[in-house]
Each structure stands twice: as structure tokens, then as C-alpha cells.
């Protein structure tokens, strides 16, 4: 029976009642590897994600296997690290954990990036990388390093597995690994689900043929995967058990939505009549307290200065005002949330913490004086009008014997990243998935759109460029394999040309897997513009600047689509982006819209 090194997790048992009479190969790798799958399939994981390897074999073909007989969705990516992102994307809409089988090495530390993001956004994923047995490691052995804790705090759970050798109760064994691992990595007892990594080593044979369709344990796991799905504590974390923090009426307060916050804010700024300040990534940015042109309000004394409590949900991290406000000395801060390691707390000034806040109902009542009533239209009425001075968006009406001439020549100028921001953001609906890349354009959206309760996801958890384009592709996937409506919609990506190019290779779908209706919107300036607002840009040379910041290129984005096997579209004008964004996505598509740095 393999023994494994337990850092952190749960010890709870899987459900004995489930048979595990795995039918034995000849090679333990693949008996082990089946019996680990089968657990996952009973706790309820619906995906896998596989970059090949050798000694990774075992865990591919029983994941084969288990896609034939429709068990599992099977993902197949060359780069570890779009893997990594893949998952994380799959996990982010369906709210379970998805399998990430890789080889040794390097493979293994191509995950990290994903990992980090996980870890900093609260996102469950579970790592299975293939390890050389103990008496390889050590002694410069190929494709062999230092796997278990490579990840270092990143992860929940990291168990060294040594290699299975055929023993009795090696089934049972990895029954209550993967038991172990799934509870770990949903944050089931410490409300803090994250990545998991299951470093798992084999020895040769590294593999056998797998036929499971006879296994009658095999065949019943469909059924028992259901069920078991349903149960609290195999599929959501148990949250805190911990009273809320009661926040009481007094100060003049405004709430703020980071990325991540979701709904629980808007209903907290609504029922307490508070401004609501909500990041276009919040999921909170709706609602008659929303405060589009916070950044403008925030520096004015009549506004930002008269604040005196400040409701942090989420991870806020599109402005520097909102740290700014957290840290003033006049102001206190509560920061929430439901899960996570880390808290918000800027400058080490936020006064309390808590896992989720209520109000008294003497909040409620004050909500609905003439004072408070006029706090919160203060704010609104000023954000409609800083909005209603931005003529970017402007367009002459129709006439009444059809187009005017500036109608006609404003539909045909150049797309502005304004432009741009507000057409993808019209063109999106609730059955629709909006993924949006850390660039310029994600500023823009939040500088400027109105409220829309849509879903809107970002990689914010350390907000990097890093497979942006595989976390879109796993968001599009899980919600096509979900219930109606939402398997109706399309996923959009809004991206920079460099985080395209960054995250290029995840453009690469394997023949006969499912393709993502997914359109990617890449604003293509040639650069790395969102560098040109440094305080360096002012002051270096423009030479220096375009060498090592800017980053300037000449790819031909229609050829790179064709190369991948992806439809392509050129939006260069107002009517052409409108036109795009509105017509069917049926298949993976890049849609290019040329803008000026």
C-alpha cells in the first residue's frame, strides 16, 4: 500500500458504501490510477485536464478510458501551462475542482502560474504530477527534480505518494486519497478552496491496457457520482461558522466590490442605502446605488472627502483611490471575505475583518430618511453626469429619411477603446460569460459602463497576463456542458495583443474534443501600451521605453487564427465591431480590432 505524507487537508473518509473492486491489469501504476479516477468521478469531478508524458502514461490512459465510457470530459493540451489555466477556467464556472494530470520535471513546474492564481483568487484545482519512485530521485536521474513542495504555500494539500507495487488495499488507498484531495481543494472544513497537489510516483511497468467497460464497479459510477454530487460536504466548501459582523448606522459609509465580491455587496450597499463602488470584475456591478465615475468622486472633498467608513468585499485592484481611501487616517475600513488566506489591507490600516457583515435593522430604517437618502443621490446624480460629459460615445440620431451624414461618418471613424468597451459590454447578456484580460481595456470597461447584472470573470488574483486565453476556454466549455439557458450563451474574451500572444498556444483544441464558442476580442495596438502610463514613460527615452516596455510587433493576427484552425474577423470601424459582436459565434473565433497606441 502507498504511503503518503500528509501536510494539510481533511481526514475525512470517502463513502465506504461504494464498491472498489478494481480489476487488476498487471500494472499497479494503472490499477492505482484507475482507482484514484473512479473516486474523483464518485466525489463528483467532471473534467481532466492532460498534457502527455511518459510517466504521467497510466493516469492518461485510465483518463481515456474513463472519457470512452463517459465518465469524464477529457482535455488534451500540449503546454502544462495552459493546462493549468484550462482548469482553472472549468473551475471558476462549474464550482468544482477539475483534474490536472501532467509528467515529471518541468511539466510540473509549468502549473505554477495557474497554481498562484488559484491560490490568490480562491479557486479549486487538483494536481495530479507523475513522479520517479524514491530510488531514482537523488541521484540525477532524467527528467527528476524536487516535486513535492514545489508549489511551497500555494497549495492546500500536498501529499508525496510513493509507488504503488500491486499490494492489498492499494484501491482503498487511493479511494481515501482522492477523498482527502477533493475536501482539500473545496475547502470543505477550512472554507478556503485552492489548488492540491497529489504528487503520485510510479515505476515501471508505467502502464497496461485499459478496458473498463465489463468493471461492473466501473459501471456504476455514474449513478453513484450523482448522488453523491448533492451531498454539502463532498461539493461545496462549509463556510465559516463564525456569527457575521454586525455593522450598526453612524458613519458616512460607502461600499466597495472588488474582484470576486459578487452579489453580497450590492444587496449590502441597497438595503443600507450606500454608495456602491463595484469593479466591472465584481460581480456586484449593478443596482441603483452603483457609482460608475468613482475614480473622479473618490478625489473630490464633497465626496471621497466626506467618507467615514468604507465595506470592502472582493480583492480591489483597478485603482490606486480605493487603496488610497482605505489608508487614510479618518477613515475606518471593514474588509470581507467568505474565504481566502490572505485579507485585503492596505498600508495595514483596515480595522476589522470578517467572513460576511449584516446590518441592524435601525441601518435599515435610516436607510430611508431624507439624509440618507440624499448621501447616496449625491453620488449617483454626480456619476451620471461625469458620464454624460464623455462624447466618445456620441452618435447623431437617425434622420427621418434615414442616415445623416454624421451618423454615417461616425459609424465609420476608427474604433476607440471607448467604442470598443461599450459595444462588447452591450452585446453581453446574463446567458452570455464575459472574460476580460489584464491590459488597458479592462480599465476602460471599468472607467465607463453602466450597471448590468451579467457574469464577468477576470484573472485578478494576481492579475497577470498568464493563460488568459486557456481560462476563457475552460469558462466557455463548463457552460456549454451546463443546464439551459446558460449552455445557450457565447463566452467573450477582451484582450491585448500581447496577452494574445502571450497565451497563443492555448488557441490549440485537439481534434474531437468539444470547441468553445468563444469569441476572442484582441484591441491590437501593437504593443504593450498599458505601459505608456507609467510615470517612467515621461521621463525615459522613447527608445528605451518602445524596446523594453512597449515590446512592439508585427504579427499577423488573421494568419496565427488560421494557423490554429480559428475563424477570424476584422472589426476597424464602429459598424463593423457592432456587426461582429452581434452575429452568432458558433465556433472559436478571433475578432481583431485595430486601435491606436
Wanted: proline share 7%.
Amino acid at each position: 500500500m502507498p504511503e503518503t505524507t500528509q501536510d494539510t487537508g481533511s481526514t475525512t473518509q470517502p463513502d465506504a458504501a461504494i464498491p472498489r473492486q478494481i480489476a487488476q491489469s498487471g500494472s499497479p501504476a494503472t490499477d492505482f490510477s484507475v482507482a484514484l479516477l473512479a473516486e474523483f468521478v464518485r466525489l463528483g469531478v467532471q473534467d481532466i485536464v492532460l498534457s502527455p508524458g511518459s510517466r504521467s502514461q497510466a493516469l492518461a490512459l485510465a483518463a481515456a478510458e474513463f472519457e470512452r465510457l463517459g465518465l469524464l470530459r477529457l482535455h488534451v493540451r500540449i503546454d502544462e501551462r495552459g493546462a493549468g489555466f484550462l482548469a482553472l477556467g472549468l473551475a471558476i464556472e462549474s464550482g468544482r475542482p477539475a483534474l490536472v494530470a501532467c509528467t515529471s520535471g518541468t511539466a510540473v513546474a509549468n502549473l505554477h502560474p495557474a497554481v498562484l492564481e488559484a491560490h490568490h483568487s480562491v479557486v479549486p484545482m487538483i494536481l495530479l504530477t507523475a513522479d520517479r519512485p524514491a530510488e531514482l530521485r537523488g541521484i540525477r536521474s532524467n527528467q527528476t527534480t524536487v516535486q513535492p513542495g514545489i508549489f511551497a504555500g500555494a497549495v492546500r494539500l500536498c501529499q508525496d505518494v510513493s509507488a504503488p507495487d500491486g499490494s492489498a488495499g492499494e484501491a482503498e488507498a487511493a479511494a481515501t486519497l482522492a477523498g482527502l484531495a477533493y475536501r482539500a481543494a473545496m475547502g470543505t472544513q477550512t472554507a478556503n478552496p485552492g489548488a492540491v497537489q497529489l504528487n503520485l510516483a510510479f515505476r515501471e511497468p508505467l502502464s497496461a491496457a485499459v478496458d473498463l467497460a465489463a468493471d461492473r464497479s466501473v459501471a456504476d459510477l455514474a449513478a453513484a457520482g450523482t448522488a453523491r454530487q448533492d451531498r454539502p460536504d463532498a461539493s461545496s466548501p462549509a463556510g465559516d461558522e463564525a456569527p457575521p459582523l454586525v455593522v450598526s448606522s453612524g458613519p458616512r459609509t460607502v461600499v466597495v466590490a472588488g474582484a470576486g465580491a459578487g452579489p453580497a455587496a450590492e444587496e449590502l450597499a441597497r438595503s443600507a442605502g450606500w454608495p456602491l463602488i463595484a469593479e466591472v470584475s465584481s460581480g456586484a456591478r449593478f443596482g441603483p446605488n452603483l457609482i460608475v465615475a468613482y475614480r473622479e468622486l473618490l478625489g473630490d472633498t464633497d465626496f471621497g472627502g466626506q467618507v467615514q467608513r468604507v465595506i470592502v468585499f472582493g480583492h480591489p485592484t483597478l485603482s490606486r483611490e480605493i487603496p488610497a481611501l482605505v489608508q487614510r487616517a479618518d477613515v475606518e475600513t471593514i474588509v470581507v471575505a467568505p474565504a481566502g488566506l490572505e485579507w485585503y489591507n492596505p498600508g495595514h490600516r483596515v480595522a476589522r475583518f470578517a467572513r460576511a457583515v449584516a446590518v441592524t435593522d435601525e441601518v435599515i430604517e435610516v436607510a430611508g430618511t431624507r439624509e440618507a437618502r440624499a448621501w447616496v443621490g449625491r453620488w449617483v446624480m454626480a456619476s451620471r453626469h461625469i458620464l454624460a460629459q464623455d462624447t466618445q460615445l456620441d452618435a447623431p440620431p437617425f434622420g427621418a429619411h434615414g442616415m445623416s451624414r454624421a451618423e454615417f461618418a461616425a459609424m465609420k471613424a476608427p474604433v476607440t477603446r471607448a467604442i470598443l468597451a461599450d459595444a462588447l459590454w452591450r452585446a453581453s447578456w446574463p446567458h452570455d460569460r464575459l472574460v476580460l484580460g489584464a491590459s488597458r481595456l479592462i480599465r476602460e470597461l471599468d472607467t465607463r459602463v453602466t450597471g448590468k447584472k451579467i457574469p464577468v470573470h477576470a484573472n485578478r488574483g494576481l492579475a497577470g497576463i498568464d493563460g488568459t486565453i486557456a481560462t476563457a476556454v475552460g469558462i466557455a466549455l463548463a457552460s456549454q456542458a451546463g443546464p439551459e439557458p446558460r449552455s445557450t450563451g457565447t463566452t467573450r474574451l477582451l484582450v491585448g495583443d500581447v496577452t494574445l500572444l502571450h497565451d497563443a498556444g492555448s488557441l490549440l483544441i485537439a481534434p474531437g474534443e468539444t470547441r468553445p464558442r468563444l469569441q476572442v476580442v484582441v484591441g491590437n495596438d501593437g504593443g504593450g501600451t498599458i505601459f505608456d502610463g507609467l510615470e517612467v514613460a515621461a521621463t525615459a527615452a522613447p527608445s528605451a521605453v518602445d524596446r523594453v516596455l512597449f515590446t512592439p510587433h508585427r504579427v499577423n493576427l488573421e494568419a496565427l487564427a488560421a494557423a490554429y484552425g480559428w475563424s477570424y474577423t476584422r472589426a476597424a470601424t464602429r459598424s463593423t465591431l457592432e456587426s461582429a459582436l452581434t452575429a452568432p459565434v458558433a465556433e472559436p473565433t478571433i475578432l481583431e480590432v485595430p486601435l491606436a497606441r
